[in-house]
């Protein structure tokens, strides 16, 4: 019971240092330590308190990802809906021209479950792998590397709820 409270406090003390260390330092530091430290946390009270004490839901790194980029392309939900409601904005673009949004598109394209389909479909109607890899253009079976139907549905469920809050 004590290790969990001193645990806790730990947590708490570590969270308001990198905040303070982020401010003190600025908007570079800021961006990138919390960008990836925050929302890497599996608790959401870190992300709450910065948010609470000051953060800036549209803090971006130095690619322009945003909070909320990195909350989706994790898949976390509770993240990507706190930060909106905080004021973070869905249509803001990252250095390259995407959304939240596009990005998560793009994943769920490159995740290889619809590619996959494609690829059994054409085994089923007897081409071989020489003729689909020749249709395809390249080594298809890269695309569906680093990418899981988990991922995937926590892609779909993000995606969803950033259209819920576009129709709003």
Not at 145 to 150: D, L, Q, Y
Request: proline residues 2%; charged residues 25%; glycine residues 8%.
């Amino acid at each position: 019971m004590h290790s969990n409270f001193a645990h806790g406090i730990l947590r708490v003390l570590l969270s308001f240092l990198l905040i303070i260390l982020c401010v003190v330092q600025g908007p570079s530091a800021q961006s990138t330590a919390l960008n990836d430290r925050l929302i890497a946390n599996a608790d959401i009270a870190p992300l709450r308190r910065a948010l609470e004490t000051g953060l800036d839901p549209n803090t971006s790194d130095s690619y322009g990802q945003t909070l909320l980029m990195k909350a989706a392309i994790a898949g976390k939900v509770s993240f990507v809906r706190l930060l909106i409601e905080r004021g973070a904005d869905p249509e803001r673009r990252d250095s390259y021209g995407f959304t939240a949004h596009d990005i998560l598109e793009a994943n769920i394209r490159r995740s290889g479950v619809n590619r996959k389909a494609m690829i059994d479909g054409m085994r089923k109607q007897g081409l071989s792998e020489e003729q689909i890899s020749k249709l395809l253009g390249r080594e298809y079976s890269s695309d569906l590397a680093g990418f899981t139907e988990s991922d995937r549905l926590k892609w779909v469920a993000v995606v969803e709820y950033l259209k819920s809050v576009e129709h709003r």
